[in-house]
């Protein structure tokens, strides 16, 4: 049987790892989150993403493997906006590329992050085909 100061140290040092996660988890999002809309940006110019895409898919499955013992901070807000974001920037080079839609397994994402990110995408062809009227027109 432990004494309380053992017990209290165990639990300092638990809450300690997760506050470490917790802060690696915002920062991968926001890398995530700045990826993918630079990717999205690029597409809008006509650039070459690839690169931006990989790097954003390598990020995710860093992220993931952080947070597999942290079933908890995966499911917070900043992770599942990212993960929509990367989404969105997936689903509109797929179609912009002709190429089949990938699946949430695919992207390594959640079912609720893939369909938030294919609502999203909506508005982005939206401002592909706008931006391209606008070109035809000589505006």
Do not use: W
């Not at 209290?8 to 995530?32: A, G, M």
């Not at 700045?34 to 940006?41: D, V």
């Not at 690169?51 to 493997?65: D, H, M, V």
């Not at 002709?98 to 401002?127: H, Q, W």
């Amino acid at each position: 049987m432990k004494n309380l100061d053992d017990v209290i140290e165990e639990i300092e040092s638990r809450l300690d790892e997760k506050d470490e996660v917790r802060e690696l988890t915002i920062k991968s999002s926001r890398t995530i989150a700045r990826l993918s809309g630079s990717a999205i940006q690029g597409m809008h110019r006509e650039l070459d993403v690839d690169t931006q895409l990989q790097e954003t898919r390598e990020e995710i499955l860093k992220l993931r493997s952080l947070l597999k013992d942290h079933p908890d901070l995966y499911h917070t807000g900043i992770v599942e906006n990212a993960m929509q974001e990367a989404c969105e920037a997936f689903l509109v080079h797929s179609i912009l590329e002709g190429e089949g839609l990938p699946s949430p397994k695919d992207i390594g994402v959640t079912d609720t992050a893939f369909l938030l990110g294919l609502g999203d995408v909506v508005g982005e062809l939206r401002r592909f085909s706008l931006d391209g009227s606008r070109t035809s027109r000589g505006a």
